[in-house]
């Protein structure tokens, strides 16, 4: 059973930076294409980027040039530092794991974090 957990939500001040982290246990995290999601209150939960186990990766416009996202196979853990964070950002931050081809579809998605909350301030 694959467990993924979420750190490093917070608050911050907008043009400001956080690092979240997922800590993946149960299977190696280089099995997976790994995305991280975000939902704000009262909208739809969205892609925001997917590293591939290729390497791969696709993010999505709002975050190109600001967020970057890695993998750490030693650790077994997925990252995503957001730099130049805007209120727009602030949402609940979810990872996720697939090996599902079509990876740009949530609902591929098997295995779910609880969710970080982050909070960007104007």
């Known amino acids: 059973q694959v467990q993924l957990v979420e750190s490093g939500g917070g608050y911050v001040q907008a043009g400001g930076s956080l690092k979240l982290s997922c800590a993946v246990s149960g299977n190696p995290v280089s099995n997976y294409a790994m995305a991280w999601l975000r939902q704000a209150p009262g909208t739809e939960r969205k892609i925001v980027t997917v590293i591939r186990r290729s390497g791969n990766t696709y993010y999505e416009d709002s975050v190109k040039g600001r967020f970057a996202v890695s993998r750490d196979n030693a650790k077994n853990t997925l990252t995503l530092q957001m730099n130049s964070l805007k209120p727009e950002d602030t949402a609940v931050y979810y990872c996720?794991?697939?090996?599902?081809?079509?990876?740009?579809?949530?609902?591929?998605?098997?295995?779910w974090g609880q969710g970080t909350q982050v909070t960007v301030s104007s």
């Open positions: 996720a794991a697939t090996t599902a081809a079509f990876d740009l579809n949530q609902r591929s998605y098997t295995y």
